[in-house]
Every structure is written in structure tokens, then in C-alpha cells.
């Protein structure tokens, strides 16, 4: 159903517009539910980028694509590419929430683990 929603609206819409980013979310969260990991990240990879410049620039919007994509980098066993994605989450994080945030703490321990 997102894919054909995508295919349509894409013949109108850039894939910058937020119609078309809600819907690659959506998408990518199907993918994530159906376990279709390179799917998902295909429409992440997508997202990121106008997500990074349409929201301020430290959104918790922005930093949960990036735990996202980092994740499912880790997944895939793209380990450079999850600590970069993983990193920037936490840049974002450790100035909205604080550097002592569980939260903070949390990701700090998963980087850690990946290398």
C-alpha cells in the first residue's frame, strides 16, 4: 500500500515533500515491522536528509532517524556507517536532553559496544 502511494504521488511530488517524506516514513516503518531491513533502510536513507534540513537543527526528530538508521546499520553490518548515524543521534541528544540523561548515558554504552 506505501509503495504504491509512493509511486503515485511520486509522479507529482518531490521526494523533499512532506507528503511524500510522511509516507517513506510510514514506509520504513512497515519495513522495520515486516523485518525487511534493507527496504527500511532504503526509505530512511531518503528521509534524513530533508528531515535534517525541514526540522531545527537539534530535533529529536532528526536524532531518532538517526538511532534508526543506526540500528539498522548495525543489523546489516554496516559498522562505520552505524557509528557515524549513531554518533550524530547522540550529538543531537546530548544537547537536548542533557549529557547525564538516561537516555544520553544509554546510547553512549551502545556506541561503546559497537566498536
Known amino acids: 500500500m506505501c509503495e504504491l502511494s509512493i509511486d503515485k504521488m511520486g509522479a507529482v511530488f518531490d521526494d523533499s515533500n ?3 517524506l510522511h509516507m517513506m516514513y510510514q514506509a ?3 519495513c522495520l515491522f515486516m523485518e525487511d531491513y534493507d527496504s527500511a533502510l532504503s526509505y530512511g536513507e531518503k528521509v534524513i536528509k530533508p528531515f535534517s534540513q525541514l526540522y531545527p537543527a ?3 526528530n532528526v536524532a531518532s532517524m538517526y538511532l534508526k ?3 539498522l546499520y548495525v543489523a546489516l553490518g554496516r559498522q562505520s556507517a552505524a ?3 549513531l ?3 547522540l550529538d543531537i541528544m546530548e544537547i537536548v536532553h542533557g ?8 546510547l553512549q554504552k551502545e556506541i561503546t559496544r559497537q566498536k
Open 18 to 20: 512532506v507528503y511524500m
Open 28 to 30: 520504513m516503518g512497515v
Open 58 to 60: 537539534y530535533s529529536l
Open 69 to 71: 538508521l543506526g540500528r
Open 83 to 85: 557509528s557515524t548515524a
Open 87 to 89: 554518533k550524530k543521534a
Open 99 to 106: 549529557k547525564d540523561h538516561s537516555y544520553v548515558k544509554e
